[in-house]
């Protein structure tokens, strides 16, 4: 509940599956909390927090692209943390699966990144779930850092974050993106990626919480196709595009 981690809190395993290593697997449901509210502690993580593995495979025994039944799910209750991810590490050698659904619920802390799927390789099999609720966080991501995803869903419920992103940050693939915002604070909302890859379809909904810009799209980098409904909050401007880089196909706003 508090101490200091220098590096960094794996939820699964270190190794990877290789042709003469098996690897390392956590076969059920991962569930990884840090801080509690009932004491005055506070963590301190100076690099990343991972519901995944370094380099092996959670929610399973074997590595397969098949949805698992169990989940992987991180839940900051307070802390001081660089990153928070959702699925894996990972390098240019080892995907780190996560076989099950991702959640990620953000209920206080002071974080500079919160991504939903996986740092450098891999794209999580299943549905990915960032719920903000509280704290102070520099950037969200529904995506992953260097990587893919499949449907990534950001909520935000609470809390500040400065910059928020259905999609990836700095490459990936994302297939669409649903961003959630009924309450809370942010500067700038986009629907697609940060400064690079694609996001196919991107859906932002506001209904409340104070935004400065809304943006259907991502901030330099392309969305096929984005949609966005802006029904209450306060928000200074909606865009049906993005920021440096538009909607390559369709933009709906409503």
């Known amino acids: 509940t508090g101490g ?6 794996f939820g699964g395993g270190k190794g990877g599956k290789t042709s003469s290593n098996n690897g390392t697997f956590v076969r059920n449901n991962i569930n990884i909390t840090v801080g509690s509210v009932d004491n005055n502690y506070t963590p ?21 692209n098949t949805v698992s039944s ?3 799910t991180v839940t900051i209750n ?3 943390i660089n990153n928070v991810f959702g699925g894996g590490q990972g390098d240019s050698n080892f995907i780190p699966y996560v076989m099950g659904d991702i959640k990620v619920e953000i209920n206080d ?17 299943g549905k990915i779930e960032v719920f903000i609720n509280g704290g102070e966080i520099q950037n969200t991501y529904g995506g992953g850092n260097k990587t893919s995803a499949k449907t990534t869903n950001v909520y935000l419920q ?22 959630i915002c009924t309450s809370g604070k942010s500067n ?47 928000i200074t401007k909606g865009f049906g595009g993005g920021y440096g880089q538009n909607a390559a196909g369709t933009a709906n706003i409503a």
């Open 70 to 72: 169990d989940k992987t």
């Open 188 to 234: 700038e909302v986009y629907g697609g990626n940060n400064e690079g890859g694609t996001t196919t379809t991107s859906n932002v909904f506001v209904t409340g919480g104070t935004i400065e810009n809304v943006y259907g799209g991502g901030f330099q980098a392309a969305t096929t196709a984005t949609n966005v409904n802006l029904t209450g909050g306060t």
């Open 44 to 64: 301190i993580i100076n690099d990343s927090v991972f519901g995944g593995s370094e380099f092996g495979s959670v929610n399973g025994l074997t590595q397969t």
């Open 4 to 9: 200091e981690i220098s590096n960094n809190l």
């Open 109 to 125: 802390g002071i974080i500079n990144n919160v991504y939903g799927a996986n740092d450098e390789n891999g794209i999580p099999n």
């Open 158 to 179: 609470g809390g500040n974050s400065s910059y928020i992103f259905g999609g990836s940050n700095l490459t990936g693939t994302v297939q669409e993106t649903n961003v």
């Open 78 to 80: 307070k802390g001081i």
